[in-house]
């Protein structure tokens, strides 16, 4: 079946390093990619997105990455701050099944 | 403006019991995502509504959960029966339309003793 998953469940970086979050997908079809941070006893808060005909997209700090050939996304946040610490979900959803299916989340955390 | 609106914000109810739970979206947003996330873990689709379109069911777990979304905005989650697996956070989104990002609500943390 169709499914978004994360490498790693857990990632510990070093204030102002960078980190590399990863997400897989298996439905070739995905057109529509989303990443998501949630803290702790809040809801999913949106990152940045970046639609198939992209490889690319740069937002403040962040970088997701699309590598279709290879069903992978990433997200790169440059220089992590204490504040970065949270859950990262990747989401997909395609043309015709519009809802959002999420991977498992990797946990990051900042070490000062 | 506001956004995502969720309540009640925790829910503590006995095994077998009924619970409504309730969703105002962002203004005009058409699409509506009700998700279950269980401690520690990921997002699991229950069901979403768009516009007048029949809504998709098809993460429902059980015959005990169902949804309405009344006059195209305000939505009801409710669970009939509870069990103590219903446990989770339930949380709500909406977009402007399908196929762009979702905003979500805070969730209302539904405890089944």
Partial sequence: ?112 | GAGVSQSPSNKVTEKGKDVELRCDPISGHTALYWYRQSLGQGLEFLIYFQGNSAPDKSGLPSDRFSAERTGGSVSTLTIQRTQQEDSAVYLCASSPRAGLEAFFGQGTRLTVV
């Fill in chain 1, 1 to 112: 079946g169709e499914s978004v998953g994360l490498h790693l469940p857990t990632l510990s970086v070093q204030e102002g390093d960078n980190s590399i979050i990863n997400c897989a997908y298996s439905n070739s079809a995905s057109d529509y990619f989303i990443w998501y941070k949630q803290e702790s006893g809040k809801g999913p808060q949106f990152i940045i997105d970046i639609r198939s005909n992209m490889d690319k997209r740069q937002g403040q700090r962040v970088t997701v990455l699309l590598n279709k050939t290879v069903k992978h996304l990433s997200l790169q946040i440059a220089a992590t701050q204490p504040g970065d610490s949270a859950v990262y979900f990747c989401a997909e959803n395609h043309f015709g099944n519009e809802k959002l299916t999420f991977g498992t989340g990797t946990r990051l955390t900042i070490i000062p």
